[in-house]
């Protein structure tokens, strides 16, 4: 089975022999990619929907792969202490990730790796991460089909970062410097000239509430723009 570029990233990061648990697995491919490679000992792959997991339960038989255990679950109710030690939640919104987060604390203090990909609101899993006593151990930053994706990989531990930029971009990212995560930051920079533009003339309590918010992402920018380039 071929993984997309972003599923594989995130497939990458499981290390091997681990107990995971994918939430919101919809098509489990990479609860299948991982049992087929033999990269993890278990694997539980929960969906809120029955639709996703009949979808899972069919991608199963196709590529032969029995062993992942199957669950109608919001989140991860119904995951036991002992039964992950990786918890992975991918192409999900930020806030919903952290609410699977929150209302599980028992689960998550227990788990050895968080492998989040949020779709939106990055800058507010960093922070609560943060808030929960994880420490962001590494950052992938990917393009596919013309979409960037975040993979963040936490692990017990304290941490604080000290500028808000390292929230917004990943301070993990920033180092790291890669081309595509380069790419990303030029662009952003035409995109918030050019809102800032689309707005500049009009006079209403939005627009300058928008102004605000956009005069400090611009700060923070040209603070990560200074660190890459
Ligand atoms: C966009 S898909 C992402 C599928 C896969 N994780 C990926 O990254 O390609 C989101 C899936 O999460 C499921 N989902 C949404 N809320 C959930 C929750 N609270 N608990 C478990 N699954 C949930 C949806 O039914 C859907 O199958």
Redesign the pocket.
Known sequence: MQL?K??YA?AECVPKESKVV??????A??PIYLMRNSRAASCIA????R??LEKARLNMKTYGVHTIDLRL???LKGIKEDEADVI?????GGY?II??LENSPQIVKEVKKLIL?P?QDIPLVRKFLHTIGFKIEDEKFIEEDGKYYTIIVAALGNEAYEKDYEYEYGKILIHKKTETFKEYILRKQDKLTEIYQNISQIDTEYTSQRKKELEKETRMHKEVMQCIF
Do not use: E, F
């Open positions: 997309s972003r599923l995130i994918d939430v919101g697995t919809d098509h491919h990479i929960t969906d809120i929907n639709g996703p679950a919001n989140g992975i939640i991918a192409g999900m919903l609410d699977i990909q779709q």
